[in-house]
Every structure is written in structure tokens, then in C-alpha cells.
């Protein structure tokens, strides 16, 4: 075995990704303190720059995203350590936690208009306790079944937009393989939401998730920007009435128009999927190619910083003229209508590790 796991990760190889896995933690790290001390830098790198690259990685390669995410590291770090008592999570634990993940990113979300893109305290609060409870439950639970592969409300995602990656590096965290989840997300060919889980909540929340999501990202980019749920204060959370006056509306708007759209998308693809049921793998590829599409579509102006050039995910982006948004716009839905439907699934996220 000991010969099995040199071949898989040799010694320079297991450097380098350590290496890569200690650069991002300490990024993830530099955000988390600028968010609590220096809260509009931390805003703006998190939300104008890391996430707006997140989708396109998690199309081009979501195996290298889970072997370099810094909760991932996080909730890893107790197994890296021999620390972990490596219970297994039952298949239905994995459905339900599959389908907590789909909820947590759905209530999350709707939060980032309102609250969690104004306040760097608050989502540094937030980002805090999901490490705990991420690195927490490394104690306790197999590898990547509790949160990597269990309720990271990431991790839906990844396997919706991730069917047909680019490359296939190998899997830094598992340098054997302990069946800690079934199927193995990272390992197996053209994963779908749909193949996480068989039965159980995990699997209406897969089909939730692959109907609703083009839907739940428009609508979430028509929410009407009528500012934050909060006065704005150096702590938010620090003092009674420190809710803005009116603001519930806001609140109310941020689901309505999020949740709203979900539902008219979800509609459509259960139409679809109700007249061709053997074609809920192609669905949810399609549903993956415009949800992604709808997400630059909307994001690109922001990206480019037109209108607003401190929203530039590079500074200085802003000398293009606004006309070359169309173009870029088009482009970008023919890249991941190429990269989605154009080609076969060949390959899984990361080259599977031997068993343990
Ligand atoms: S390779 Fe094995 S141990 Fe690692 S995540 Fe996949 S199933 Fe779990």
C-alpha cells in the first residue's frame, strides 16, 4: 500500500500541493482579517474578485478548486493530522446533508444584497463559524463526507457546473481512498447533482437545485437595490436598533425576487423533464450552461467596472467602452455553451486515489 500511495502522490508532488493548499489558506486568511479590520478591502476582494472568477473555475476545473479551497483545508486539517475519528456517514445522512447544502446556499445568498456585501464584520462572523463547524466535524467524520462532499452549500454547485472539466489534476487530500462518500464526487466521470444522492431530501433538493438555479440567479440580480437590512455602524451587530428603519422590505425583496425566480425556472425544467425523462442528464446540463451564462451575463458590466471602477475585478479594467459589453457577453455564453455542451464527459474532478 505504502508503494500504492508513493505512485499516487510522490513526495514532490504532495510538496507542491501543500504548498498551493498553504498559499490559498493564507489568502483565505488575509480576507477573513481584512473583512473584521479593514472591512471594505475584504468586501471587495471576496465579492469582486474571488467570486466573480469562482463559476468559471468551477466549470474550467473543480478539481483543482477542492484541492486548494481554504475551508476544504480547514475541514481536512483533523485528517491530515490523524486526528479524526473517521466515523461514515450512512447514505442517508449523505441525502439529507446534500440537501442542507442546497438550502444553506438558497437562504445565504439572498443575504449578500442585504447584509453580507455591506458589513465585513458580519460576513467575517459568518465565514468563522462555517470553519468551526467545517474543521469541527473533521474530528469526527470521514474525510470530505461531513462538509466537502456533505453540507458546503458550495458544493452543489460545483457538481452542477463541474460535469466536464478541462483538467483533471490528482486529489490532494485524499492520498488513499476510504469510500467516505458513494458515489466519490471527485473521482467519478460527468457528476451531476443528480448522482449525489439516489433517494432521500438530497434528491429533490439535486433536482431543485439543477431547475431552479438559472432562474434563482436572475432573479437575484433584479433584486431591487434599496441598500442594506442594517444601519450602517462600525459593529452592525453592536446595539439595539441597529436595524435600518424600513428595511424589511428589503429583506422580503431579496427572497421574493430570488425564490420567485427559482420557481419559474424550476417550473420549466420540470415541464421538460416531465416530457423527456430520459434526458435529465442533458437537462441538467443545459440548466448548468445558463445558469452560468445568466451569471456573467449579469456580473460582466460589474466585472469591467463600467459605471463603477472600484468594482473592476482588475483596477484600471474600466477603459473599455461600454459597447464591448455585447460582445464580450456573447462570447462568454458561446465559451460555456463549448465548454458544457459542446464536448463529451471524459474525465471526474481529480484522478482517483487507490483504496485505502
Ligand atoms: S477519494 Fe475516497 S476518501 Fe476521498 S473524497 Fe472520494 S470517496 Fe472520499
Known amino acids: 500500500m505504502a508503494q500504492a500511495i508513493e505512485t499516487y502522490l510522490t513526495p514532490p508532488r504532495a510538496a507542491f500541493w501543500r504548498l498551493l493548499q498553504g498559499v490559498f489558506f493564507g489568502v483565505g486568511l488575509f480576507i477573513l482579517i481584512a473583512l473584521l479590520l479593514k472591512p471594505e478591502l475584504g468586501l471587495h476582494v471576496l465579492w469582486n474578485v474571488l467570486i466573480p472568477v469562482a463559476p468559471a473555475l468551477l466549470v474550467l476545473a473543480p478539481g483543482l478548486w477542492r484541492n486548494v479551497c481554504p475551508m476544504g483545508t480547514a475541514s481536512m486539517i483533523p485528517h491530515h493530522l490523524r486526528l479524526s475519528s473517521r466515523r461514515q456517514l450512512s447514505l442517508a445522512w449523505q441525502s439529507r446533508l446534500l440537501a442542507g447544502a442546497v438550502v444553506l446556499l438558497i437562504v445565504i445568498v439572498p443575504l449578500r444584497p442585504v447584509l453580507l456585501d455591506h458589513f465585513g464584520q458580519v460576513t467575517g462572523l459568518v465565514l468563522i463559524a462555517v470553519a468551526l463547524l467545517a474543521g469541527g466535524m473533521g474530528f469526527v467524520f470521514d474525510r470530505k463526507s461531513f462538509w466537502c462532499s456533505g453540507l458546503c452549500p458550495v458544493y452543489p454547485v460545483e457538481m452542477l457546473y463541474g460535469s466536464k472539466p478541462a483538467v483533471q489534476p490528482r486529489n490532494a487530500h485524499c492520498g488513499t481512498c476510504s469510500d467516505c462518500v458513494s458515489p466519490c464526487r471527485d473521482s467519478r466521470n460527468n457528476v451531476t447533482p443528480i448522482d449525489a444522492a439516489r433517494t432521500g431530501p438530497g434528491r429533490w433538493a439535486a433536482l431543485v437545485l439543477i431547475g431552479g438555479f438559472p432562474g434563482f440567479i436572475i432573479g437575484w440580480y433584479l433584486i431591487p437595490k434599496t441598500g442594506s437590512l442594517l444601519a450602517d455602524s462600525p459593529w452592525p451587530l453592536g446595539g439595539a436598533g441597529a436595524f435600518s428603519e424600513g428595511r424589511g422590505q428589503a429583506l422580503v425583496d431579496a ?45 460582466l458590466p460589474v466585472m469591467l467596472g463600467l459605471g463603477a471602477p472600484e468594482s473592476a475585478l482588475v483596477p484600471g479594467l474600466d477603459f473599455l467602452p461600454a459597447a464591448a459589453l455585447w460582445p464580450l457577453r456573447a462570447a462568454v455564453i458561446v465559451l460555456f455553451a463549448g465548454l458544457l455542451l459542446a464536448r463529451r464527459p471524459a474525465r471526474g474532478w481529480l484522478i482517483r486515489p487507490p483504496k485505502a
Open 255 to 299: 427572497y421574493a425576487y430570488s425564490l420567485g425566480g427559482m420557481a419559474i425556472s424550476l417550473a420549466l425544467f420540470a415541464a421538460l423533464a416531465f416530457a423527456y425523462p430520459r434526458g435529465l442528464r442533458a437537462l441538467s446540463v443545459v440548466f448548468a450552461t445558463a445558469a452560468v451564462s445568466a451569471y456573467y451575463w449579469f456580473k
